[in-house]
């Protein structure tokens, strides 16, 4: 069985059954129609027949019951794909073709001029500090800081990864947004480079919709334990993360904490969106409500919860991420997991956060990429070099 985290993660020329009749699995199958016409639909199966030479693709939330039944029929493994959607990830491919499916042809070269490309901003432009989401308005910050800039281009592992750096750093609005709507597509945030397989364990920090939790339950495949720890758990999934779920029940452990610089209570203020802002530890921010937390270093939840194992370290915090750097280097010495960090929620962020992770880890490769038409969702992946191509 194989996991799809995007279409691109197709093969060339595969041809495939999807599995179910569905108002899902046909926006899939235009969605795979209009960025793969490489690729071809056979159509849907309904039921579960002897093997074929196509493959068969799983994106129902009941994908596991499926899949057991393939298998017992006699698919082989490598005809099984597994393509759980991301429902609730606001810069996924999937909500990108929920916007534009059929009036944007994803696979042309958009102008400038595009009309989707004032449409995706249009929030964000009708603001009147708008430029604040691009790191190219904000030229002297950058300036003042190019010698740890530099010192992280000279870290990363492949030109891939410098020449992202420097777009989110220094492109244009126009640039990123053509980055986006084609890279979309092609992956998923917090899985590029990550290699997982059943028995593994995950530290999914920051969880709000859980659009991850579905991928880490088809690549775990009910062996392992994902603990997602946020402040309001599992408060904000999405129906289609709660019907994974239930398929694995206690694989995806709520985890209500924040993470942060101390084991203890926190307060932070709490967005309108019903997240929290993690950077902001027992401080008001005017306009927004604030709460108080549980909270706990890195280091401390590992240790309470007697692991002994870590395959990935997963951190969306809000800007929390700072905050707990230190728990975070020792716990990964220790148990050498694949790190996927969030560093945008500053600007700052952008290389204190790299600098302090890639000067403190030896027998790392680390990557960045960017899942947004802004600086945002930009994630820095770290591997340790023991790990890479197993």
Known sequence: MRVIHAPGEMAANAEYLLVGDSDRTRFLRRIL???????RCLGFADGIGAPTAASLLLAEPDWPVALAELRRAGWPEASLLVMPCPEGDPWSYWSLAEKFLGEVDFLADLGERHPAFFKTGSDKLSDPEWKRHYCCYCEGLVRRNLPYIRDVLGRLAD?????????????????LWSHYVKAAFRGLQYFDHVRLGPGDVVIDGGVFYGSEIP?????????????????????????????????????????RLAFGPKTGEVSLPVLGDGQVLGRAVDTAVEGFRTERFPSTTLDDFVAGRHLEKIDLIKLDLEGAEEHILPGLIDVAREFRPQLAVSIYHTKQHLWQIPLIIMSKLADYDYYIDVYSCECYETILYA?????AGS
């Open 383 to 387: 591997i340790p070099r023991e790990r």
């Open 215 to 255: 991928f880490y339950l088809a690549h775990l495949e009910g062996e392992g334990r994902v603990y997602c720890v946020d402040p309001f758990g599992f408060d904000h999934l999405s129906d289609y993360a709660r019907a994974n779920m239930a398929h694995f029940p206690g694989l995806a452990q709520e985890e």
């Open 33 to 39: 129609e209009a960025v793969r016409p490489d690729t």
């Open 159 to 175: 030109r891939k990864s410098r020449e992202l750096y420097g777009m989110v750093l220094g492109a244009s609005p126009y640039a």
